[in-house]
C-alpha cells in the first residue's frame, strides 16, 4: 500500500479554518467483520461556508458526519486521524466535554424526519429540553425560545405547534422542528444528513432555501450530506465526492460539478436522468460500490472504471491537486498548465505516470486547504 | 382523552356479559345433576319435579341465565354447598388476600425487571447481561411450586427464618402487612410468585429497551447533547405502554393462576380457594371465585389501556 497520509502542506500560510479533518479514519469491528467505513478523509471547512458531500449509498458519507459528532458506538469503533472544530479537538476531548459540545457547538439535522423524534414528547419540549441542556434559563424562558426557533424556520402557527406531538405533523414540518432543534442553542457548524431526501419534492427546496437562509444568516459552517447532485448544486461553497470512505474529488462547487475531473464524478453526471434523452434507455454507472469489508487494492472505484488499466489496481491513487485548489484521486488526471485535467489517454504508459506521480507530490496537495 | 376512556369502558361490558356467561355455562357443563343429588334415593319423578320447579330449574336456560345475572349483580353469588356460607363473602376474603400480595410481587418484579432490564441492554453481551440473562431464565423457567417447597425447606425448616405456611396467628381476617410479625408469613410467598414476571419482565424489558436504543430518535438525542441518564428516562418512558401491559397481564396471571403457590404456602387466596373448590365439587364456589377473578381480569386489562393512553398520545387517536 502507499503512503496515504497527505503530503505536507503548502508553505503560504493560510488563516486557521474553523473545522480541519486530517486523515480521518473509521473502522467497524465486530465479531465478524471489520468494516472500513471511512479511509482517510482530509478537508478543511471555514465559517460560514457550505461543504457538500456526494455520494453513494454506503461511500462513508454519514460515517464521516456521524464521526465529527463521536455519534459511534464506542466499543465496536475505531477512529482515528484528526478532528477539530474551533478550539476544540474533538478527536480527543473527554466524553463529558463531547456531550456538552453536542447541539451546542455541532448540530446535526438527520434524514428521516417522521423517526427522528420522540414520538411521547411534544415539539416544544423536544426543543425546550435541548435549551435547556445548554443554556441554564428558565421552562418559560426556554419555551419562549423554543417558539421564536420555530418562528425562525417558518413554521405556521407556532403557538399551537409547540404543543403538537410529532405525529400529528406533517414530514416538512416535522423536519423544520428537527431544524430549529438543531439550531436552538446557535451551533457554529451544522451537520445536515441528506435532511431532504425524504422528502416530497415541493417540500425539498423549501427546506433547501430555509437552511441556506440560516446558514447565511448565522454565518454556520454547513457540511450537507446528499446523493443528489442537483440539491448539492443549489447549497454547496465547495464539493466533495466521496466514493468507498475516500474522497475522490474535491474542489470549488462550480469546478466540481461542471468540469468533474474523476471518472466517477464524470459518469455520476452523466447519469443524472435529467440530462438524457427520453427515448434512449438511462445510462447508469454499471456494477455496485465495493464491499467496505474488503476493498479491492488500488483505485476502489477501478473495478466498474470505464478508463481501467493495469496501473490503477497497483496502489490507492495519490491526490494531485490543482492552483484552484480542485482536487482528484485518479491515475488518469495530471496537471496541465496548473489545472487539472482528465487524459484517458495516459493509460498504460509508465514515463507519463511517473510524471503525474512527481505532479502530485510537489504540488500542494493537502488535498483540501480550504 | 375522556373520550377515549368512555368509550374503552363501554367496550368492557359486552366482555364482561361474556365473562357471566361462560361462567353460568360452567355448572350446566359440569357433569350429574343436582337435584338429584338433593333427593333421597326414594324419592319419586313428582319429587324431582316439583324440587326442579323450587330452585327454577325447570325454567329455560335463558331465563334461569337472567335470574342469576341479576342476582350477581347485586353481589349474591349463591351459597356454598361445602358449608352453606354466601359464596361472595368467602370469595371477596380470599380476592383481597390474593391481590394484596400478588401486587406487591408483581410491583417488585416490575421494578426489579426495569432495572434489570435496562442494565443487560446497555451491556448488551457482556457479564451483566449474562449474569441477569441467567437470573431471567432461571426464573421464567423454575416451577414455582418446586421453588416454594425449597424456599420453606431453606428458610423455615433449616435456618428457621421465617415461619413456612399460612397467614399466623392473627389469620386471614385481621392480618396486617404492615406488623412484621403478620408479614414475615407473606414474604415466601411474594418471592415464589414475583420470580416468573420477574423473569419474563426482565426479557422483555430487555428487548424493549434495545429496540428503542436502536431508534432514530435516540441518535437525535444523543445528537442535541443529552447525557446518557436523560437518554435512558426517554427510553423508559418509550417503553412504559409495553412495561404495562406486561405487568398487567402478569398481574392478572398472579391473581388468576397462583393455585400451586397459594397451595404450597397454604395462603388462603382465590388460588387456594379454587383449590379447594375443585376438589370438593362446589360448584358454586368455583363459579363465583372464576367469576370473580375473570372480572378482576378484564378490569386490569381496562385499567392498562387507559394508563396506556394517557402516556402515549399516539393511542387516543386510533
Redesign the interface.
Known amino acids: 500500500m502507499n503512503d496515504m497520509s497527505p503530503p505536507a502542506v503548502a508553505a503560504v500560510p493560510r488563516p486557521e479554518p474553523f473545522v480541519r479533518v486530517e486523515d480521518l479514519r473509521v473502522t467497524f469491528v465486530s465479531r465478524d467483520a471489520t468494516v472500513r467505513a471511512v479511509n482517510g478523509i482530509s478537508f478543511d471547512l471555514e465559517r460560514g461556508k457550505v461543504l457538500c458531500v456526494i455520494g453513494e449509498s454506503g461511500s462513508g458519507k454519514s460515517v464521516m458526519m456521524r464521526s465529527l459528532?463521536r455519534?459511534h458506538p464506542k466499543g465496536r469503533t475505531v477512529i482515528e486521524g484528526g478532528m477539530r472544530v474551533g478550539e476544540h479537538d474533538i478527536a480527543s476531548i473527554g466524553d463529558r466535554t463531547m456531550?456538552?459540545?453536542?447541539?451546542?457547538l455541532v448540530?446535526?439535522v438527520?434524514q428521516?424526519p417522521m423517526?427522528?423524534?420522540?414520538?411521547?414528547?411534544t415539539v416544544g419540549e423536544q426543543i425546550a429540553?435541548?435549551v435547556r441542556?445548554?443554556e441554564k434559563v428558565s421552562r418559560e424562558a426556554a419555551w419562549a425560545r423554543a417558539l421564536e426557533l420555530l418562528e425562525l424556520v417558518r413554521v405556521p402557527s407556532p403557538e399551537r405547534r409547540l404543543k403538537a406531538?410529532p405525529?400529528e405533523l406533517s414530514g416538512g414540518l416535522r423536519q423544520r422542528i428537527?431544524i430549529a432543534?438543531?439550531l436552538?442553542?446557535r451551533p457554529s457548524l451544522l451537520l445536515a444528513d441528506e435532511p431532504t431526501t425524504a422528502l416530497d419534492a415541493s417540500v425539498q427546496i423549501q427546506i433547501l432555501v430555509l437552511l441556506r437562509r440560516i446558514q447565511r444568516e448565522m454565518g454556520m459552517a454547513m457540511i450537507f450530506v446528499t446523493h443528489d447532485l442537483g440539491v448539492a448544486a443549489q447549497i454547496a461553497d465547495e464539493v466533495a465526492v466521496m466514493y468507498a470512505g475516500r474522497i475522490i474529488e474535491y474542489g470549488d462547487a462550480r469546478d466540481v460539478l461542471v468540469a468533474p475531473k474523476h471518472p466517477y464524478t464524470r459518469a455520476m453526471l452523466a447519469s443524472t436522468a435529467k440530462d438524457q434523452g427520453r427515448d434512449h434507455p438511462l445510462e447508469a454507472i454499471a456494477g455496485s460500490p465495493p464491499d467496505l469489508r474488503a476493498l479491492p487494492d488500488g483505485c476502489s472505484f477501478a473495478p466498474r472504471c470505464a478508463h481501467a488499466g493495469p496501473d490503477c489496481t497497483r496502489a490507492v491513487p495519490a491526490p494531485v491537486t490543482d492552483l484552484r485548489r480542485h482536487m482528484a484521486r485518479c491515475v488518469r488526471t495530471r496537471l496541465k498548465a496548473g489545472l487539472l485535467t482528465f487524459d484517458p489517454g495516459v493509460a498504460g504508459d509508465p514515463a507519463v505516470r511517473e510524471g503525474i506521480d512527481l505532479a502530485a507530490r510537489s504540488s500542494p496537495a493537502h488535498c483540501a486547504s480550504a | 382523552m375522556w373520550l377515549y376512556a368512555a368509550r374503552r369502558i363501554v367496550l368492557t361490558i359486552p366482555i364482561l356479559l361474556g365473562v357471566t356467561i361462560i361462567c353460568f355455562a360452567l355448572v350446566q357443563i359440569a357433569p350429574g345433576d343436582p337435584i338429584q343429588n338433593l333427593l333421597s334415593p326414594t324419592a319419586s319423578a313428582a319429587d324431582a319435579a316439583r324440587l326442579r320447579a323450587a330452585y327454577g330449574l325447570d325454567q329455560p336456560l335463558v331465563v334461569q341465565y337472567v335470574i342469576w345475572l341479576g342476582k350477581v349483580l347485586v353481589g349474591n353469588l349463591g351459597l356454598s354447598i361445602a358449608n352453606n356460607a354466601p359464596v361472595a363473602g368467602q370469595v371477596l376474603h380470599a380476592f383481597l388476600n390474593t391481590l394484596v400480595i400478588a401486587l406487591i410481587s408483581v410491583v417488585l418484579a416490575f421494578v426489579v425487571s426495569t432495572i434489570f432490564g435496562v442494565l443487560a441492554a446497555y451491556r448488551s453481551g457482556r457479564l451483566a447481561d449474562r449474569v441477569i440473562t441467567a437470573v431471567a431464565v432461571f426464573g421464567i423457567s423454575v416451577p414455582p411450586f418446586w421453588l416454594g417447597v425449597i424456599l420453606v425447606i431453606l428458610f423455615a425448616v433449616n435456618l428457621s427464618w421465617l415461619p413456612a405456611t399460612g397467614m399466623g396467628a392473627s389469620g386471614s381476617e385481621s392480618f396486617d402487612y404492615l406488623h412484621w410479625d403478620d408479614f414475615k408469613f407473606a414474604i415466601m410467598p411474594i418471592v415464589a410468585l414475583a420470580l416468573p414476571p420477574l423473569g419474563i419482565m426482565t426479557r422483555t424489558t430487555r428487548a424493549a429497551v434495545a429496540e428503542i436504543l436502536n431508534?432514530?430518535?435516540v441518535?437525535?438525542?444523543?445528537?442535541?447533547?443529552?447525557?446518557e441518564r436523560?437518554v435512558i428516562v426517554?427510553a423508559l418512558?418509550?417503553i412504559l405502554p409495553q412495561a404495562v401491559a406486561m405487568l398487567g397481564l402478569q398481574l392478572g396471571y398472579l391473581i388468576g393462576g397462583s393455585v400451586l403457590v397459594e397451595t404450597v404456602f397454604t395462603w388462603p387466596g382465590t388460588g387456594y380457594l379454587l383449590n379447594k373448590a375443585v376438589l370438593t365439587r362446589d360448584i358454586p364456589l368455583l363459579q363465583g371465585t372464576i367469576l370473580v377473578l375473570a372480572t378482576a381480569f378484564v378490569l386490569i386489562n381496562l385499567a392498562v389501556d387507559l394508563v396506556q393512553s394517557t402516556?402515549?398520545?399516539?393511542i387516543k387517536?386510533s
Do not use: W
Open positions: 459528532l455519534l456531550t456538552k459540545l453536542r447541539g451546542s448540530s446535526m438527520f428521516e423517526t427522528a423524534l420522540d414520538p411521547l414528547y429540553e435541548t441542556r445548554h406531538y405525529h428537527v432543534m438543531a436552538s442553542c | 431508534q432514530d430518535f441518535q437525535t438525542l444523543r445528537a442535541k447533547g443529552l447525557s436523560a426517554h418512558r418509550n402516556i402515549d398520545p399516539r387517536r
